[in-house]
């Protein structure tokens, strides 16, 4: 598949994107396992580099990106995944995109509203 | 603004998208100067960690692309950036995208033709 693992230390960046609306949801990182569990299993699974293992997108909340559609670069280091995504929302603080906030006049806003409770899906500590 | 320069060496991956289609085009890495200095032109800049220097998107080919929004994540390490490209296409492959292959059967596939010849605009050494 010739994909290039070797540029960041075995990973790459995964560009998550909403099949149908087009937005872009999120950005991970995959590792080769990571990769082969994507294409075996048809969720989305990334690398944690914070927890260091494998990290199937939803295993927790349930919220599970299913593969639609993939593409490379010219440069074979970065993916774009489109997806179904199984749920309200793929960031961890509640909204339907970790894009949620915009540069206007110089500062960041949140430019939405929360699709889901974050506490509700991940527990207090989130 | 409060971006997060220290995960990468100082570089954040940007996202760049066009504004209309939504289609993604590429992905580039930016310092902070290189982010600096898209805020003060509006033009894309990135840093290119082959060439060790500032590089505004189409300072060759004249295919700049214009800011038109800008996101970042819930992280503050990623960049997502919505364009109007001034050219036929931004992948130096004499593409529309960067992403122009598509995995099927397991196989990258070629999946569209080129909207210029980057022979042209970049010299036949390439």
């Known amino acids: ?18 099949a149908q609306s087009r937005r872009v949801l999120m950005v991970g990182f ?13 969720n989305v699974t990334f690398y944690s580099r ?3 293992k494998l ?8 919220h599970v990106l299913r593969v639609k559609d993939i593409s490379t670069d010219c440069d074979n280091d970065t993916l ?3 997806v ?4 309200p ?11 949620y906030r915009t540069l206007r006049e110089g ?4 430019a939405e509203q929360r699709t889901y409770d974050p506490a509700a899906v991940y527990g207090a500590d989130k």
């Open 50 to 52: 914070s927890r260091n």
């Open 1 to 18: 598949m010739n994909l290039d693992f070797t540029k960041s230390d075995g990973l790459l960046p995964a560009i998550v994107q909403d």
């Open 89 to 99: 929302g793929v960031c961890h603080n509640g909204y339907e995109s970790c894009f």
């Open 55 to 62: 990290w199937m997108k939803g295993e927790s909340s349930g």
């Open 84 to 87: 179904e995504s199984r749920g």
């Open 107 to 110: 500062e960041w806003v949140e």
């Open 30 to 42: 995959m590792n080769e396992d990571a990769w082969r569990k994507t294409l075996e299993s048809g």
């Open 80 to 82: 774009l995944i489109q």
